[in-house]
Nanobody, 116 residues
Framework: QVQLVESGGGLVQAGGSLRLSCAASDSIFRISTMVWYRQAPGKQRELVAA???????NYNDSVKGRFTISRDNAKNTVDLQMNSLKPEDTAVYYC??????????WGQGTQVTVSS
């Protein structure tokens, strides 16, 4: 069982920045795709950004140019740098580890609230 622990959420004004971090408990991290999802109240969970084991990235169109996903395979961590935050970015953000087999693990989530 892989444990994922997110940190870095909080309350920020519109236009501000936050950096989320997710630490994995197992070195399987290094060969897995890591994904940040978010879920706003009353909405479905959506993919925010993903990074493969080789470093290729993919972003939701709504965050392109504002968010950056990165990983540190030596530390088993994946970060999400969020700049120019908007009220519509308010959500619970979840870290997901996706294995090639399709098996996945989830973190507990961290709340991000952007005030207008």
């Amino acid at each position: 069982q892989v444990q994922l622990v997110e940190s870095g959420g909080g309350l920020v004004q519109a236009g501000g920045s936050l950096r989320l971090s997710c630490a994995a408990s197992d070195s399987i991290f290094r060969i897995s795709t890591m994904v940040w999802y978010r879920q706003a109240p009353g909405k479905q969970r959506e993919l925010v950004a993903a990074i493969t084991s080789g470093g290729s990235t993919n972003y939701n169109d709504s965050v392109k140019g504002r968010f950056t996903i990165s990983r540190d395979n030596a530390k088993n961590t994946v970060d999400l740098q969020m700049n120019s935050l908007k009220p519509e970015d308010t959500a619970v953000y979840y870290c997901n580890l996706r294995r090639a087999s399709g098996l996945g693990y989830w973190g507990q989530g961290t709340q991000v609230t952007v005030s207008s």
